[in-house]
């Protein structure tokens, strides 16, 4: 920031660039704050990560003792979905004998799913195994 300060002394008796050097001041710090927040260090990394477990296993806790029809009908939803998984699966591996390339495209498909169904299997039976993991501590 001198640099500025030493354009600012030299040019001190017009007011516009003592503006200039405050708005240029500004948008370096700026800058310099931005910067600072894109790279992060171990200990920020590891707060965030704390953080985020932390969120998580609130959301567990809570959702693992709901009972409502609600709750019983989104079950039903994933473990549907995971019946039209691992069929697609069985399926795959069925045709492969008949059709190796009709079977890569039915084991795409699957993999298109494999997001979805392991974000369901976190959601939805995660907290049944918390529930678990905390019961025998």
Same mark, same amino acid.
């Not at 920031?1 to 200039?20: E, G, P, R, V, Y």
């Not at 240029?24 to 700026?30: M, Q, S, W």
């Not at 806790?61 to 998984?85: I, P």
């Given at each position: 920031?001198?640099?500025?300060?030493?354009?600012?002394?030299?040019?001190?008796?017009?007011?516009?660039?003592?503006?200039?050097v405050e708005v240029?001041?500004? &948008? #370096?710090?700026?800058v310099i704050a931005?910067?600072?927040?894109?790279?992060? +260090?171990?200990?920020? $990394? #590891?707060?965030? $990560? %704390?953080? /985020? +477990?932390? +969120?998580?296993?609130?959301?567990?806790?809570?959702?693992? +003792?709901?009972?409502?029809? %609600?709750?019983?009908? *989104? *079950? %039903?939803?994933?473990?549907?979905?995971? !019946? =039209?998984?691992?069929s697609l699966l069985?399926? @795959? =591996?069925?045709?492969?004998?008949?059709? /190796?390339?009709?079977? !890569?495209? =039915?084991?795409?498909? #699957? @993999?298109?799913?494999?997001?979805? =169904?392991? @974000?369901?299997? /976190?959601?939805?039976?995660?907290?049944? %195994?918390?529930? !678990? &993991?905390?019961? !025998?501590?």
């Open positions: 920031m001198s640099f500025l300060t030493t354009i600012k002394s030299i040019f001190s008796t017009s007011t516009s660039i003592d503006k200039a240029g001041e500004k &948008i #370096a710090d700026g931005g910067l600072d927040k894109i790279w992060l +260090t171990e200990e920020e $990394k #590891a707060d965030n $990560k %704390q953080k /985020a +477990t932390e +969120t998580v296993l609130a959301f567990w806790k809570v959702v693992a +003792t709901e009972n409502t029809e %609600q709750s019983k009908a *989104r *079950r %039903q939803l994933a473990v549907m979905t995971f !019946k =039209v998984y691992f069985l399926i @795959g =591996v069925t045709l492969y004998k008949f059709d /190796a390339n009709y079977a !890569k495209f =039915v084991f795409d498909v #699957a @993999g298109t799913l494999t997001w979805l =169904v392991s @974000g369901i299997a /976190a959601i939805f039976f995660g907290p049944h %195994q918390l529930s !678990k &993991i905390i019961e !025998k501590k």
